[in-house]
């Protein structure tokens, strides 16, 4: 019975305890504390979602080339999986592929809109397009060539520089058509925004 007795109390006296002691753990942290600590979580947790992130891509036409496509990819660490299928292409014709953005001060890289065609001859050239689509920072290669029906099925793997992993900052710029009859390897014929797919684990 004095067992039954200590066992009861026992029982009740831990979690009153336990209620003061967090209580008491609240009041004790200072709200500059918390804060840091808050965003150490914010931090931590940002640093394991990029460890494993997926992304689409749907890749549309520029410049009337009828391409379109889809892109995915798949970050670990600082490598990236790239997987890509377009259509539209320009057959049998080599297409470079980028990943093209900003490093600096996370500017967002967008797909360009006509009004990037600042010499009027109704083309976005590649030099029209980088105010909007940035630089080049992985380039997708070996560059495929498209099969006798214009398609593109493309896979690889990068290793990336630190300054590209916020990838859903980039986008992803297909290249290469006839132009006037000449085939301009450089002209822009797809473009799609890099999405968050999977926020990863
Ligand atoms: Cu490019």
Redesign the pocket.
Known sequence: MKNFIQKTIGFVVAPALLLSFSACDQSDVSPEANLSTQNADAAHQTNSMNLNKTYTVELMELNGSGVHGMAHIELMGNEIEVSLEAAGLTPEMEH?Q?I?GFIENNRNAVCPPMSADTNGDGLISLAEGVPFYGP?LVALDPYPTADATGMVDFMNQYTIARAARSLQNNVI?M?GMYVDGVYDPTIPVACGQIKVANQGK
């Open positions: 470079m980028h093209h080049v710029v290249h």
